[in-house]
């Protein structure tokens, strides 16, 4: 049984940053192309960062490029996002996912519908 959860959440300021950890259970990610997706009030929920495999590619939404970095640890099951230059936009649920099928080495999902799995999510709140 897959299990993902997240943590690192939490309420800072305008301009912090946060690190938010999805640990996984169950299954080696190492064979997993993974992503993060957050959810804000009243809105859908949207893509936020991808990696592949092995870490070596990545994507970004455009609105989070440049100040959020993914990476992950294979040998430590756990991937990472660090937020950097928050801004109050950003609050939402944040949520790790997997998907269900090995992934090949360059695949950097981003659409929801591609992924089986997923965590509980971590609450992030930018004030201004």
């Known amino acids: 049984q897959v299990q993902l959860v997240e943590s690192g959440g939490g309420l800072v300021q305008a301009g912090d940053s946060l690190r938010l950890s999805c640990v996984a259970s169950?299954?080696?990610?190492?064979?997993?192309?993974m992503a993060w997706f957050r959810q804000a009030p009243g809105k859908e929920r949207e893509f936020v960062a991808a990696?592949?495999?092995?870490?070596?590619?990545?994507d970004y939404a455009d609105s989070v490029r440049g100040r959020f970095t993914i990476s992950r640890d294979n040998a430590k099951n756990t991937m990472y996002l660090q937020m950097n230059r928050l801004k109050p936009e950003d609050t939402a649920v944040y949520y790790c996912?997997?998907?269900?099928?090995?992934?090949?080495?360059?695949?950097?999902?981003?659409?929801?519908?591609?992924?089986?799995?997923w965590g509980q999510g971590t609450q992030v709140t930018v004030s201004a």
């Open positions: 169950g299954r080696a990610i190492r064979d997993y192309s």
């Open positions: 990696i592949n495999r092995n870490g070596a590619s990545t």
């Open positions: 996912a997997e998907p269900l099928n090995r992934s090949v080495l360059t695949y950097t999902p981003t659409s929801a519908r591609q992924f089986t799995y």
